[in-house]
Nanobody, 126 residues
Framework: QVQLVESGGGLVQPGGSLRLSCAAS????????IGWFRQAPGKEREGVSC????????YSADSVKGRFTISRDNAKNTVYLQMNSLKPEDTAVYYC???????????????????WGQGTQVTVSS
């Protein structure tokens, strides 16, 4: 059974850092793309970053480039999102998701992701 479980969210002050974890089970990271998405109140869900495990390629949205870093630990079957220099506009529920296929062009689109975690809340506020 495929499962994705996010953790690591919380309340942080502007300029602070958080590391989100996405623990995967029921499949091996090596064969899929794992993406991080976020949804702020009243807004559509948007892609943040992804890692293509077949070749280790990573991609990030312009809004988080230079601040967020996605990585993986194959031994733990876990993907991480290190978030630095957080801004109030980063406040959202963050989700990780697994692609339906083994390869996507860059991060693909939401419809190309088959399994989703339950989400973890990130709040950036003073």
């Amino acid at each position: 059974q495929v499962q994705l479980v996010e953790s690591g969210g919380g309340l942080v002050q502007p300029g602070g850092s958080l590391r989100l974890s996405c623990a995967a089970s029921g499949f091996t990271l090596d064969y899929y793309v794992i993406g991080w998405f976020r949804q702020a109140p009243g807004k559509e869900r948007e892609g943040v970053s992804c890692i293509r495990s077949s070749d280790g390629s990573t991609y990030s949205a312009d809004s988080v480039k230079g601040r967020f870093t996605i990585s993986r630990d194959n031994a733990k079957n876990t993907v991480y999102l290190q978030m630095n220099s957080l801004k109030p506009e980063d406040t959202a529920v963050y989700y990780c998701a697994r692609s339906a296929t083994r390869w996507l062009y860059r991060c693909g689109t939401e419809r190309e992701y088959e399994y989703w975690g339950q989400g973890t809340q990130v709040t950036v506020s003073s």
